[in-house]
């Protein structure tokens, strides 16, 4: 069929992109640029992890041991009571999963409405497009605290004040931020693509779907981790459309730890640690897809 | 070029290919429309018109024309909050920009354990604002923060980070650049399309590293970098979560840290509009920002026609 | 088509599944609560977390208990912004929550608060037991619209040891007597602190509001704001000149900020690190948890020579429950605001707060006893001078800028008399 042979051609081009397999050349050589490509990667992520080794290693103190003058980063002794506690002190099943059902429903959305958009920006020469794309662009300029009041007023006409669906629907519509990304990678995908599609009968949505939209699996997966992250860490907006516990979130979980005198820390940073960990195994996982740019045997 | 002209001489004429085009297009943006529609347009009209009222949130708003506006400019707090934020803003984005893009390209690298460096440097943006913050202030104490003893073993000063006023918004860049994991994905992303044949052949022609770099590289990027400088921007101008949190607490809502060193736009607006309850002032910073974020954005990007190159073939 | 695409189309489907069920969920919720079953459910949102949160759920189950009419739901949300969002639309998220009595003016001359007159008038409920300066902050106009829960107050905490080793026999009852021991109690040299006579416990500042009251000060006069009152200069004053100003700004940021946490072990007045700091009524619990051995007496705070009527003074600032302008079971917040602050509640609450009560009747109960020292913020609440920052509308704007000044001063960036000046310059554009 002449789709087919329109993605044929695709792969072929495909294959004049990055891709970040590691190389097997004459060990000798690239053994020293290898340990000095170690070195500064090593010393860059020393740099971001002070802030974790004081997360990590104070999840594992007793609460006499975080709070010692002055402060030693290893813990006196490993204990692993915080993270008892940490489960213990909320919901902490019930929380999950209803992060978790926000988290599905907001990528969902993010994914099917932000490419969607962001093409029809980038691609289609149409009239209008660039009002469209400004007027995206200026709802980013505009603070949120100025339209959060006669949004939420607006959501409590409607009764949904309360419930999960201002956490839910917007997400299904855009957002600036992902479709602006989008329609910038978009845009460095060639025209030539889609004209042989076009030209092979299909429509600008099948175009869409199956020619174009492959092409940006790197950016596709930055979208879904951002989102992930997003809602994953919100609590804003959790704290304030929901007022029933069974409903919060973990990040809402996380202020038990807050009493108005003093800090719980053992059991917040262990919280925090567990809190973190699906993000990080979800990052780890996607970051394939845009490592290895579009292999081959992702579109037969 | 002559793929095209064929093309539309094919395809039906001029003005019904056009009017498919523009439905075609319409539709592609038609979530986005109907959302903008429900959620945007009344709550920014309503925005608008509240800042050219007093208006306090539960009592009706009172017209008071450009009182709001006029005000501000005499309130040395508002003045002061501008200059907090333009100070992040034009040190931290280009700082964040270029350090983003200096550990993308050792992200790069093509060594083993790839995937975990790659998840140590996202790592920061998966932390909740408000731990992060807490642990920042640990680390920032001016005795036996960490900071300040690596300084101490080297010989350099300590400054009282989080107490003097002078310090304190070089420690909220460093926050700020200790966040940089979101702006190093989208270029690591973005390093994937740099097309691996030029590179290989800018090298056999003797190219060197800076070299293929400036020439191959840097102009396959730079689509992203007006992107991310323009959002960079839109979001340094509006920054809170840091600031707050550093500075906030029951006792005193309105916090502006050491000698208001830390008041920023944001953080102001949100208190004119929470604390003291003057939406109507709120209201008339925020469209005072949106037409700076503006003006800025437009600047920028009349200045990209310059330097961005696209990539389409 | 594998690999992404096709977890794509589970994406969609997996949405289109979740969306099923959250709609179902969110069915099953209720806004604001409704009858089932011949009972009324509110809805109690307060700002508490942590332990306090869970001391608030127990009474909050007992209560449950105690009759069959009304279910309440509690819920922890610490958020300020939400809750003023909840009450800005036309149905409540919440019939009943907490604030400080300061509030009161503010909220109420805004019509966000409900005044609770109607229903004291109808239950003749008794007002007499309330301790009259929490009761001072509740009232807004000869309204009363929110009841004093527990109530925060504070004195001088003094190390008994470090007095014994300076060879001070009595705490100070006197400013001069205290500027000497002030004196007496700092250890320091050219190179830094290592004990100081007074201070703040995280930051270098003091309560300055507190030092002002202590010193004869008056915070409003006649409904307005009165930051020049010369007893507020001369409070800020002693400190400037006995702490600040004595022993370098530097050194005491530098000494400040190695103190440890406030709720634990390390805190530098456990520590001996500071022989006095002027502290509230948690105190006393708070030792006896962390500090045990610790050898301590606590003193209202010293009134100026030659002033003996200002002995005893304190500022007393109480934690609120009020109903909202838009709760929709008004009636059935009332009752279960009475249970609230009733005797029995009121005990068991502040006691694990360690908060001081508000009723009058509760100062002299034996269930304080068990806490050393506690019975001094107790009969400083009692005491005539016990005074308050009211609830003037303004109350908001007029902390913040006090807060601003409070930071000029700490930093000597202006005297006291000037930071003060400046506030009363902005006090005359307040909306009141």
């Known amino acids: 069929m002449a789709l087919s042979s329109t993605i044929q051609k695709v792969s072929q081009h495909s294959d004049s992109r990055g891709t970040d397999v590691v190389r097997k050349g004459p060990r000798r050589r690239y053994l020293g640029r290898r340990i000095g490509h170690h070195i500064i990667l090593i010393l860059i992520c020393l740099a971001f992890l002070v802030p974790f080794a004081v997360m990590i290693t104070t999840a594992f103190k007793t609460p006499q041991d975080v709070f010692r003058v002055p402060p030693r980063l290893l813990p006196e002794h490993w204990v692993l009571s915080n993270f008892v506690e940490a489960v213990r002190a909320m919901p902490f099943l019930r929380y999950l999963a209803n992060t978790v059902l926000l988290v599905v429903l907001n990528v969902a959305g993010t994914m099917i409405s932000c490419p969607l958009v962001a093409y029809g920006l980038a691609k289609l020469p149409w009239r209008g497009r660039n009002v469209i794309f400004g007027t995206i662009l200026a709802t980013m300029m505009l603070p949120a605290q100025v339209t959060f009041i006669p949004l939420y007023l607006m959501w409590n006409k409607v009764g949904a004040e309360g419930t999960f669906w201002p956490l839910i629907v917007p997400a299904f519509f855009g957002t600036p931020f992902y479709i602006f990304l989008l329609r910038q990678f978009f845009m460095g995908v060639p025209d030539s693509l889609r004209e042989a599609g076009l030209i092979d009968g299909a429509s600008e949505l099948r175009v869409y779907w199956r020619i174009v939209l492959p092409q940006a699996k790197p950016a596709l997966a930055t979208v879904g981790i951002f989102q992930f992250v997003a809602t994953w860490t919100d609590f804003l907006l959790p704290l304030i459309y929901l007022n029933s516990q069974d409903k919060y979130t973990l990040s809402i979980g996380l202020y038990s730890f807050f009493g108005s005198h003093g800090v719980a820390w053992g059991p917040l940073m262990a919280a925090c640690l567990i809190f973190t960990i699906p993000a990080v195994v979800i990052f780890m996982i996607a970051q394939r897809y845009f490592v290895q740019g579009i292999a081959v045997t992702g579109l037969k | ?313 | 088509m594998s690999g992404p695409v096709l977890s794509r189309r589970r994406f969609v489907g997996l949405s289109i599944a979740s969306a099923a069920s959250a709609g179902v969920l969110a069915g099953c919720s209720s806004g604001s609560g409704g009858k089932s079953g011949g009972k009324t459910t509110i809805k109690f949102s307060y700002l508490w977390t942590g332990e306090e949160a869970k001391a608030l759920q127990k009474v909050v189950e007992k209560f449950n208990r105690s009759q069959k009419d009304i279910v309440v739901q509690g819920v922890s949300n610490p958020d300020t912004q939400a809750q003023l969002a909840s009450m800005t639309g036309s149905k409540g998220a919440f019939d009943i929550s907490d604030n400080f009595g300061n509030a009161t003016g503010d909220w109420a001359s805004k019509g966000i608060i409900k005044s609770l007159d109607d229903y004291i008038k109808q239950d003749k409920y008794d007002l007499s037991d309330f301790a009259p300066a929490a009761m001072e902050t509740v009232r807004y106009q000869n309204s009363v619209y929110q009841l004093p829960i527990a109530v925060n107050n504070s004195a001088l905490l003094y190390n008994k040891s470090l007095f014994d080793q300076a060879g001070i026999n009595d705490p100070p009852k006197t400013t001069s007597e205290w500027a000497s021991a002030i004196a007496k109690t700092t250890k320091s040299n050219s190179s830094g602190i290592s004990q100081l006579g007074l201070c703040g416990t995280s930051s270098a500042g003091i309560d300055y509001q507190t030092m002002g009251v202590c010193f004869g000060g008056k915070w409003y006069t006649n409904g307005k704001p009165s930051p020049t009152d010369p007893g507020n200069i001369a409070g800020a004053q002693f400190y400037v000149d006995n702490v600040l100003k004595k022993y370098g700004v530097k050194h005491i940021n530098r000494f400040a900020s190695g103190f440890g946490d406030y709720q634990s072990p390390q805190n530098p007045f456990y520590q001996g690190k500071l022989a006095m700091v002027i502290d509230g009524e948690w105190q006393p619990a708070f030792i006896k948890n962390f500090a045990p051995k610790l050898e301590w007496g606590v003193v209202s705070v010293p009134y100026p020579d030659g002033h003996p009527e200002l002995a005893n003074t304190n500022l007393v600032s109480p934690g609120t429950f009020f109903i909202p302008s838009n709760s929709q079971h008004p009636d059935e917040a009332w009752v279960f605001l009475k249970y609230l602050v009733s005797t029995e509640a009121m005990r068991e609450f502040t006691l694990a707060l360690s908060n001081l009560p508000s009723r009058t009747s509760l100062l002299k109960d034996k269930a304080y006893g068990d806490i050393p020292n506690f019975d001094v913020f107790l009969n400083l609440l009692a005491s005539k001078n016990a005074t308050s920052m009211g609830s003037n509308p303004d109350y908001t704007q007029y902390t913040a800028d006090l807060t601003t000044a409070a930071d000029q001063i700490t930093r000597l960036a202006k005297t006291p008399a000037q930071a003060y000046a400046a506030v009363a310059t902005k006090a005359q554009s307040y909306d009141s």
């Open chain 2, 1 to 313: 070029m002559t793929a095209e002209t064929s093309l539309a001489k094919r395809s039906a004429p001029g003005m019904g290919r056009r009017r498919r085009l523009t439905i075609a297009g319409f539709g592609f943006s038609l979530p986005w429309i109907i959302g903008f529609l429900v959620f945007m347009a009344g709550p920014i009209v309503v925005s608008l018109y509240y800042s050219f009222t007093e208006f306090n949130l539960f009592q009706p708003p009172q017209w008071v024309g450009l009182k709001n506006y006029v005000s501000l400019f005499s309130d040395d707090r508002f003045l002061h909050s501008m200059f907090n934020t333009a100070y992040l803003a034009i040190i931290g984005v280009p700082l964040g920009l270029a350090l983003a893009l200096l550990v993308a390209l050792a992200l790069n690298f093509p060594v083993r354990g790839q995937p975990l460096y790659r998840a140590i440097v996202y790592l920061p943006a998966i932390v909740p604002v408000v731990t992060a913050t807490y642990l920042w202030r640990w680390v920032f104490n001016a005795q036996y923060g960490y900071l300040n003893q690596l300084l101490s073993h080297v010989g350099l000063p300590q400054p009282d980070w989080l107490e003097e006023p002078f310090w304190t918004k070089p420690a909220v860049i460093i926050i700020m650049l200790w966040g940089i994991g979101g702006t190093t994905v989208i270029y690591l992303a973005a390093l994937q399309q740099v097309p691996q044949q030029l590179l290989e052949a800018a090298a056999v022609d003797g190219a060197n590293t800076w070299q293929r770099f400036w020439n191959v590289t840097w102009p396959t990027l730079t689509p992203v970098t007006l992107f991310q400088l323009i959002l960079g921007i839109i979001g340094a101008l509006q920054i809170f979560a840091p600031t707050y949190l550093l500075t906030q607490s029951r006792l005193s809502p309105a916090n502006g840290g050491p000698g208001d060193s830390l008041l920023t736009y944001a953080m102001y607006l949100f208190q004119n509009a929470f604390i003291f309850l003057k939406m109507g002032q709120a209201a008339a910073m925020a469209w005072i920002l949106f037409v700076v974020i503006g003006g800025l954005t437009a600047l920028i990007l009349w200045s990209s026609r310059r330097w961005v190159h696209y990539g389409a073939e």
